[in-house]
């Protein structure tokens, strides 16, 4: 009988495999016989023995354990070190360990446990180094800073950390309306913001007879020129029709061909809200407000910056900016010109854009509001910024808003979405 502390070890007779201890076999008499036993983690023991006829005897094996050294720098310095599941202490130490794979943890309340496999080594040290990150950095980490839809448009991450601004404009600022009286917002939720304006070829694989019309034989219905003349139903249902093509939840509910509400759990595509919009394109890194897409408070515009009503188009618009030609009278390609310092293209120029937004004229200068939304109900959404047909002050400024219901041919949209479902612990 061959029995070994501890059991389990695996035994060899003249290296033939044999079994498992604590086991009994039998061998031929008078001829010698090299016994191996070998366990993981411990040091390999050999014996060598005769037997003579009709002779018994016991092997009693005690089986060392074959130790490795590992150094596990930890950050924070109180993480937790467990091995195999099994709690050691806090904070780095040396580990001592039989030579044989572990799985090793390293965990925090408020951090990402971080689990590796190690392997000691008889006689060779090792050093592993763990730093934990924390669950919100975890989960950041997971989300891309920019994705791509199937139709190839991409979107930028924005994470506005509770950033409060003012949407609108103050009474005092030139060529402000009446219908952008101000608002104190504060976002928080992060969200996905497209890069360009939607183009006429993407727009086409949902709705492939779309013509976005012309103008005086300018054509506004080429593949890289941003689509117009839809109405805001059209933008969500096609918002509704991208999301379902990449298996996303849906944004708006919809009978019939009308949306008739809006599923704000949903990380679908959808149009952005008129807050987003505003905060992308007015508030700088730094956090203070622009007042037009240009690094100036002065107009006209002092350089070529966007595609507004500009010389180009003087025989077919009533109004265009003296001096000023960007070489485009009607809608320039999607990703035109130089994007804004968050690195959005054309949130001014162009085409004006639909929001998310019903329209409404509200004052609110007390308790931010929290990711604000718009009123629940109207009969016309908001559009915002200036596009190729407009070029007055008050047009060219990033406050400028107006209502819309139907479809104009210097109105399209671009999409949003938000990264995930709302998450209280986030």
């Not at 004229?361 to 915002?384: A, Q, W």
Request: neutral net charge.
């Amino acid at each position: 009988s061959i029995v070994s502390s501890p059991s389990g070890a695996s035994v060899t007779i003249d290296n033939k495999y044999v079994g498992t201890t604590p086991m009994d076999t039998t061998v031929a008499p008078n001829k010698p016989y090299e016994i191996e036993l070998y366990l993981e983690g411990y040091i390999k023991e050999s014996r060598s023995i005769s037997l003579k006829p009709a002779e018994n005897r016991e092997i009693k094996v005690s089986l060392n354990e074959d130790i490795g050294e590992i150094y596990v720098d930890v950050s924070p310095e109180d993480a937790l070190i467990s091995i195999d599941g099994v709690a050691m202490s806090t904070g780095s130490q040396n580990l001592r360990l039989a030579t044989k794979k572990y799985k090793l943890s390293v965990s925090k309340n408020g951090f990402e446990t971080k689990t590796i496999s190690i392997n000691p080594r008889p006689k060779i040290p090792q050093a592993v180094s763990i730093q934990l990150i924390t669950t919100e950095e975890a989960y950041w980490a997971s989300r891309p800073e920019v994705i791509s839809t199937t139709l190839g448009n991409k979107l930028k991450l924005f994470k506005p950390k509770d950033e409060v601004f003012s949407m609108g404009a103050p009474r005092r600022e030139p060529g402000r309306r009446a219908n952008e009286a101000e608002k104190l917002i504060q976002l928080q939720r992060p969200f996905y913001f497209a890069l360009t304006e939607t183009s006429n070829k993407e727009y086409r694989q949902w709705k492939s007879e779309h013509n976005s019309s012309s103008i005086r034989g300018l054509s506004l219905d080429l593949n890289d020129q941003p689509v117009s003349n839809i109405a805001w139903q059209d933008a969500a249902l096609f918002c509704n029709w991208l999301s379902e093509k990449e298996n996303l939840p849906k944004f708006y509910n919809v009978v019939g061909d009308r949306v008739t509400s809006i599923n704000w759990d949903s990380n679908g595509y959808r149009l952005p809200t008129e807050s987003e919009w505003s905060w992308v394109a007015k508030v700088t890194k730094a956090g203070s407000t622009r007042v037009f897409p240009w690094n100036s408070p002065s107009y006209p515009p002092p350089f070529v910056s966007g595609n507004y009503a500009d010389e180009s188009a003087k025989s077919m618009l009533p109004f265009t900016i003296s001096n000023y030609n960007d070489s485009f009278p009607v809608s320039a390609s999607v990703g035109s010109f130089r994007p804004n310092e968050k690195g959005i293209f054309n949130l001014s120029g162009n085409v004006a854009e639909w929001v998310n937004d019903f329209y409404e004229i509200r004052v609110n200068k007390s308790e931010p509001l929290v990711d604000y939304r718009g009123p629940n109900t109207g009969n016309r959404h908001v559009i915002r910024g200036a596009s190729w047909a407009l070029g007055s002050r008050s047009e060219l400024r990033l406050s400028y808003r107006e209502p819309g219901y139907d479809g104009k041919i210097d109105v399209g949209f671009r999409i949003a979405r938000y990264v995930d479902k709302p998450k209280g612990d986030l």
